[in-house]
Structure formats: structure tokens, C-alpha cells
């Protein structure tokens, strides 16, 4: 499929993710398309967007996480405002961030409140494809 969003996230969390501890996503939200890949701009005080995740399954509560991770006993009981739990297939660091500055004067990128498809930065989407990249975590099969 490759597809994708990119989404905002804070540092306390995307460190979860780099060291394996947090292996869901938690969303309010499903977009419409279908996607595969997150583009992940890390806040303040980054700023910066240094990561891309890929994805496979969704689970939507009251489905259960079988697995063990940072949230997922909450998202199990009900306790987090999000509905949605992405599973964490793949995770890859850029080896060069990109700053807020070079993303807007780039690519006219604005950090997503929500959500924003890949394909309103085509650009972008390809530059971070291209872009070395480390792959931190991989359970593909």
C-alpha cells in the first residue's frame, strides 16, 4: 500500500517508541484512506520531524491489545480517550531531522493538529523516502 499521514507526537512518547517500550499508536481517529506509514514530527522542544513508522493492524476498542507496551493496559481498559490502537511494525530515524524552519520553507509544511495525508506534502513524502534513514526497530516479517 504505502501510503501515508503525518502525524505529531511529543519527545517523552517518540522515545517510547525508539526503545520499543511503546509498540501502539493511540489515535482518536481512523482516516479514510488507508495508509500504512506514519510520518512522525516530533513537538516542542524538537520540533523537528525524525521518524517514520510503519504500521499493519488497527484495533478499535473495546478490542484488546495482546501484547505487552506502554498504554496498552489502559487502551485494554478503557481508560484512554483514544478508540484506536496502531500497531508499531517499523520504526526508522532519519539521520537528519527535519527543522519546522526547512519544513515550512521547503515544503510548506505546517505540524498537523490532527492528521495531514502524504499526499498534501508529495514533495516532502518523497525527500523523507529518499532520505537516510536508520531502521531503530523492524518486526516485519
Excluded: W
Excluded at 510503519?54 to 484512554?80: C, V
Amino acid at each position: 500500500m504505502k501510503k501515508g499521514i503525518f502525524i505529531s507526537i511529543k519527545p517523552e512518547f517518540t522515545k517510547k517508541i525508539e526503545i520499543g517500550e511503546k509498540n501502539y499508536e493511540f489515535r482518536k481517529y481512523i482516516p479514510k484512506e488507508k495508509f500504512d506509514k506514519l510520518y512522525v514530527y516530533e513537538t516542542v522542544p524538537t520540533c523537528s520531524l525524525k521518524y517514520i513508522l510503519t504500521i499493519d493492524k488497527i484495533i478499535e476498542y473495546p478490542n484488546k491489545i495482546n501484547e505487552k507496551g506502554y498504554g496498552n493496559d489502559d487502551f485494554n481498559n478503557g481508560l484512554k480517550k483514544s478508540k484506536f490502537a496502531y500497531h508499531i511494525l517499523k520504526v526508522e530515524k532519519l539521520d537528519n531531522p527535519i527543522s519546522l524552519k526547512n519544513l515550512k520553507n521547503k515544503f510548506g509544511f505546517t505540524a498537523p493538529q490532527s492528521y495531514a495525508y502524504d499526499s498534501r506534502y508529495p514533495n516532502l513524502a518523497k525527500y523523507i523516502d529518499e532520505a537516510s534513514k536508520e531502521v531503530v526497530i523492524s518486526n516485519e516479517i
